[in-house]
């Protein structure tokens, strides 16, 4: 049957009613055009990030809220849903839709299933490399953090997986939450050899000397491609800065141009920055720094379909960024010339990968099978069953994080309860299962505390206005890349183009406005100073689950949203 | 750094001290500017601008300054100020929302090269700025510091 005839049988089936089996429905969109890409030029870069630990497929729903402020406002990656679509010319209804957009997520999870896994990018990446001879696979990073095994291993079952995965070259920041002389002890031993972790931005706090290796060049076929690290530049202050006393970070643009000017100088061909700026970042840097020709970036979890093209004074760099949770994989095909410098041409693609269409590694399964035996009893322990969808990504909340929210509310009986705006954490479907492993998917992070605290109304609007710049500052170098705090208890307004000390607004408990002088009791976690000791926030919501057995749909506390009516980042 | 460099300049550390405690520098003879103490009390950047004298200086672009857009830590924020101005004989460092706003001034005598390295504490999110002086004028470069309260990324 030709492609044109199934679609049209699809409809009529759909139309009628019929149950169809996904695997049809994601063949008829073309199941080895989607994955056999023909290969481009003669040099090839494979690139994933912010996996978070996700070994198994997962559920994943993009944000409906992705906001740009300033000069970002309305560009990508702040497109959602049908904006989206319209940018990038996808098609409702097909499973790229369901890939890239929170557009009808429940029905489209339905037909269309799981996304990820290991075992299936595994997969993924061997079709791939088999017409690619010497192409590199880069992990941008956040992937030994996000699940429960990761934790409980200390990102030993990510490091087994990235090996088996063959991971070239990596750059990181959640890695970073597991303290400096984990990652010395894995990076030292079980990558040496294996795969290279770089970071141009990491420097010691005394004597400002590199503390991994700021690039690499290696030789792909006859062409010599520099690959430097950037690591997330604000770890320090959006993660506990205890965990890594003797590391300096920062964006450091000038020493990333040395950087360039250096591998150029030594040959190179090609430079690509292996990044984990978060993607606005990314932008301003291409535009500043001259002498990349692509940027493969991560941290704010932006799946974007096409590059965007950025000028600067030595030409142009194509900036990509390549979702999370192992929901897509970048492949980017360059032609190189002998004797030039810089790229004759590209072809790119950010691959979704859909876990039914990819057949899973037998190895890579087996691996996960042995990692998950010793925790599977503490995994598999079934919390309650959710009636509605429950997400977490968004720029001011998201279902799961309210339903945290109403547990700190409950648990500590706080007036008000925050939730870090992490961007990680998958998806459940209606009516299934809440088990610990999905609960330890939002919440497994290495300082869990939960706190409760005495704030007045003024410290409370400071610390919201301080977040809030830290989401829409319009300069990106003072973005650090994560959603809004989830606030419950509490409303307010927002307006994210203001400045900083007037985007929040009408703060109201019950009705009634915050006095600036009063004081309320705040739950929180996930503190950033040291010294911290509350229960860690799974046992908190762990209980507060087991209670309920049924966890009826969520109502969302979102603020109401000021100047924002005509941004194509909401739907 | 390797290891051999962090022990020579611990040890050449460890001289220098010695030599303090026993008299041999002393730091207030070595330095041969006065101390400008109404700019050093001052409580606001107009009033340390015009103690300085420096109420009029120009944008320049011949100052390097090095400062972070975020501080990993307020109470120690590492910046670097290197000016290329001919004939430079001072650098003053001002922090705009600090309680006092000079933190430091330099003075560079006989040619000295005008290159400096300071951590400041800073109250809060604030405008950092350098002024030069060479040959008698003034010069300015600024950069907004923040000092966050962090946590909750991405």
């Not at chain 1, 944000?63 to 904006?83: C, D, F, I, Q, R």
């Not at chain 1, 970036?297 to 974007?304: E, L, Q």
Request: aromatic letters at 8%; one cysteine or more.
């Amino acid at each position: 049957m030709h492609r044109r005839e199934f679609l049209q049988v699809l409809a009529a089936a759909a139309a009628a009613g019929f149950a169809l089996d996904s695997k049809e429905l994601l063949a008829g969109q073309g199941a080895e055009e989607r994955y056999d890409v023909p290969r481009f030029g003669n040099v090839s870069l494979l690139h994933f990030t912010d996996c978070h630990a996700q070994l198994l497929p997962v559920w994943f729903r993009e944000p409906s809220v992705n906001l740009g402020v300033g000069s970002a406002a309305g560009k990508p990656p702040h497109l959602v849903g049908e904006h989206l679509l319209k940018a990038f010319k996808i098609k409702p209804g097909t499973p790229e839709a369901y890939a890239f957009t929170c557009l009808d997520f429940e029905a489209a999870a339905r037909t269309y299933g799981q996304v990820g896994g290991f075992s299936h990018l595994a997969t993924l990446v061997r079709r791939l490399r088999e017409r690619r001879p010497g192409a590199l696979l880069l992990d941008g990073g956040d992937s030994w953090q996000g699940s429960a095994t990761a934790l409980w291993s200390r990102g030993q079952d990510m490091v087994g997986a990235s090996r088996l995965l063959g991971v070239d070259i990596m750059t990181g920041h959640w890695e970073f939450t597991l303290g400096h002389e984990r990652v010395r002890e894995i990076v030292d031993r079980d990558f040496a050899g294996n795969i290279e972790f770089l970071a141009q931005n990491i420097k010691t706090a005394d004597f400002g000397d590199q503390v991994f290796k700021p690039y690499t060049l290696r030789q792909i076929g006859n062409t010599r491609v520099a690959i430097i690290g950037q690591a997330f530049p604000y770890t320090p202050i959006a993660n506990p800065r205890y965990l890594i006393p003797d590391w300096t970070f920062g964006i450091q643009e000038e020493e990333m141009q040395k950087q360039v000017d250096e591998a150029r100088g030594k040959g190179a061909q090609v430079v690509v920055v292996l990044s984990h700026n978060g993607m606005d970042v990314d932008l301003k840097m291409a535009a500043r720094v001259s002498g990349i020709d692509a940027i493969l970036g991560g941290h704010t979890h932006d799946g974007v379909p096409a590059p965007s093209l950025v000028k600067n004074r030595g030409g142009q760099t194509l900036v990509i960024n390549s979702g999370s949770n192992g929901k897509f994989l970048s492949v980017l095909d360059l032609d190189v010339r002998p004797g030039s410098a810089g790229i004759q041409g590209y072809r790119y693609k950010l691959l979704p990968v859909f876990s039914r269409l990819l057949p899973a590694d037998p190895e890579m399964a087996a691996y996960i099978e042995q990692v998950r035996t010793p925790y599977r009893a503490r995994l598999e322990e079934k919390l309650a069953v959710s009636e509605g969808l429950l997400y977490r990504r968004g720029n001011f909340n998201g279902s799961w994080d309210q339903l945290i929210l109403d547990a700190l509310l409950e648990v500590k009986g706080a007036d008000i309860a925050f939730s870090p705006g992490f961007r990680w954490g998958t998806t459940i479907l209606p009516g299934d299962a809440i088990t610990m492993e999905q609960l330890m998917d939002q919440t497994a992070i290495t300082y869990p505390f939960t706190t409760l605290t005495e704030m007045s109304g003024a410290t409370i609007k400071t610390i919201l206005e301080d977040l809030a710049d830290n989401l829409f500052n319009p300069d990106p170098y003072y973005q650090q890349g994560g959603d809004m705090v989830r606030v419950g208890g509490m409303t307010y307004a927002c307006a994210p183009d203001a400045r900083i000390g007037s985007r929040i607004l009408d703060m109201r408990l019950a009705g009634k406005p915050i006095a600036a002088d009063k004081n309320y009791k705040v739950a929180g976690w996930a503190p950033v100073a040291a010294g911290a000791t509350g229960a860690p926030i799974w046992e908190v919501v762990a209980e507060y689950l087991r209670d309920r057995k049924s966890i009826a749909p969520r109502k969302l506390n979102l603020p109401t949203l000021i100047g924002m009516e005509q941004n194509p980042g909401m739907i | 750094m390797d290891k051999l460099r962090r022990t020579l300049l611990k040890g050449a550390g460890g001289a220098l001290v010695a030599a303090l405690a026993a008299g041999v520098l002393i730091p207030t003879r070595v330095l041969a500017a006065e101390w400008n103490k109404s700019a050093f009390e001052a409580k606001d950047l107009a009033s340390a601008l015009k103690s300085l004298g420096a109420s009029a200086a120009a944008d320049s672009k011949d100052i390097l300054f090095r400062a972070p857009d975020i501080a990993e830590n307020g109470a120690v924020v590492p910046i670097d100020i290197v000016s290329n101005i001919p004939n430079t004989t001072s650098i003053a460092v001002l922090v705009e929302k600090n309680p006092n706003a000079l933190a430091a001034y330099f003075d560079f005598a006989n040619g000295a090269v005008p290159d400096v390295s300071v951590r400041l504490k800073l109250a809060q999110t604030s405008m950092v700025k350098a002024v030069v002086k060479a040959d008698g004028k003034f010069y300015t470069v600024q950069k907004e510091v923040k000092v966050t309260v962090g946590g909750c990324g991405g």
